[in-house]
């Protein structure tokens, strides 16, 4: 099969590191840990496992932070090279194992890429996956495939940005007819999206401040208006095309990212702050902010300001997977004692008197209306065409993109 794998060897690392100072396409480049290559579809590792063709496969920011090399040298010791990137998914199923029974070839699904106990065959589970937290496994490095948080990190599965990849029957879940190919890729990063809300529901009333205007940002913004508490939505966004999205998806003001501290003016005149100047550095708001702030970028400057603009005794959600900012001052976590929540998946939800997988909600309200994610697949491209893609994935300024797609 043809699948773009990524194998960051030491030589490729660093030339790689040095030559995309110059230009982003040595990102991709002869030299570059991303190659296209030919490989053989990986064999299915048990007999409770399904090999899944690819009909979509979505780019999504860890992947290119991945790609950039910008991510945190800790999350080796939970992935194995080489590995086939792409953890967003839609496919058909196109070969069961002998233990698989409920599933058959032919059946359109999307595959949850985590790879926690159940996946790896480890009898008993953690303790954390026997409580149905298998979202915080504690076995991602064991069991009888390699190490890897999720499918799209791990040499034995494959990954989306390939013509195929091996799933745990406990990962997959058909789509309905209902929900189109598009939709359906969207069910994972709306998962992610929708997790932090149910472990620490919004309230009647509160302000939701969104830093971010990329695709888990817009994700936020869709399941707030889907879980149908009224909350007061505010997004900060980088580029104006995402705050008109921002806008279409439910949120009641937007503000436009500016240079320094710019932005501050309308963020204090919204969230009701008096801002202060210290005797260097950016203005600083106080006595005011939003009830809850989520953070969807990662960067030291979007970590700065959600959490300064979270309002004394309020909740910073950290959503995604922020590796190494650069210049968050920590103060007013102390200072306005903040709770700060960590969030990067999903899991296993209580939800009106049920229990319930994120994914499987998701499913269901895409499938009911309730959630119509569709505006924000917006650039697809042959595989064969990944330098397109990902310059389009890593050009927004210029391509306006939000989820960009890639088709075998």
């Known amino acids: 099969m043809k699948a773009l794998v990524f194998d960051p060897t030491i030589p490729r690392y660093l030339a790689t590191r040095a030559l995309s100072a110059v230009s982003r396409s040595a990102l991709w480049g002869p030299l570059a840990p991303l190659q296209y290559r030919d490989l053989p579809d990986p064999p299915l590792p048990g007999d409770d496992w399904v090999r899944v063709g690819v009909t979509l496969g979505g780019v999504c920011g860890s992947d290119l932070s991945t790609i950039h090399l910008t991510g945190s040298p800790a999350a080796s010791v939970v992935t194995s090279f080489p590995c086939v990137l792409g953890h967003e998914n839609v496919g058909t199923i196109v070969e069961v194992g002998r233990g698989v029974r409920d599933l058959a070839a ?65 990962q997959v879940f058909p789509v309905p007819d209902a929900v189109s190919d598009e939709r359906a890729l ?119 300001d959600a959490l300064w603009w979270t309002r004394p005794g309020g909740t910073m959600i950290l959503l ?11 103060t007013p976590i102390w200072l306005n004692e903040l709770r700060v929540l960590g969030s990067y998946i999903y899991g296993v939800e209580s939800y009106e008197g049920r229990r319930v997988r994120t994914m499987d909600l998701v499913l269901e309200w895409i ?26 994935a890593m050009g927004k300024a210029e391509s306006q993109a939000f989820k960009v797609a890639l088709r075998p």
């Open 106 to 170: 032919g059946l359109r699904v999307t595959v949850e890429p985590t790879l926690p106990c159940a996946a790896r065959g480890i009898d008993p589970p953690c303790a954390n996956c026997a409580a149905g937290n298998y979202n915080i496994c504690l076995r991602y490095t064991e069991g009888h495939i390699s190490p890897g948080l999720s499918i799209g990190f791990c040499r034995d599965t494959g990954g989306s940005w390939g013509e195929t990849f091996v799933a745990h029957r406990s």
């Open 186 to 304: 969207m069910v994972e990063p709306l998962a992610v999206a929708l997790h932090p809300f149910l472990r620490v529901p919004p309230l009647s009333g509160q302000t939701v401040l969104v830093v971010g205007g990329g695709v888990i940002g817009q994700s936020v913004v869709a399941v707030l208006r889907a879980l149908g508490t009224p909350v007061r939505i505010v997004v900060l966004a980088k580029y104006p095309f995402q705050e008109r999205m921002a806008r279409q998806l439910g949120a009641d003001e937007t503000v436009g990212l500016r240079r320094g501290d710019g932005h501050y003016e309308a963020l204090s005149e919204l969230l009701g702050a008096k801002l202060h100047r210290p005797i260097f550095g950016h203005r600083v708001p106080i006595g005011g902010g939003a009830d809850v702030t989520v953070e969807c970028v990662g960067s030291g400057r979007s970590i700065a």
């Open 367 to 392: 499938e009911r209306g309730r959630l119509d994610p569709s505006p924000l697949v917006t650039h697809r491209f042959p595989l064969n065409d990944y330098a397109a893609a990902l310059t389009t």
């Open 320 to 330: 995604g997977v922020a590796a190494l900012p650069r210049g968050v001052d920590w």
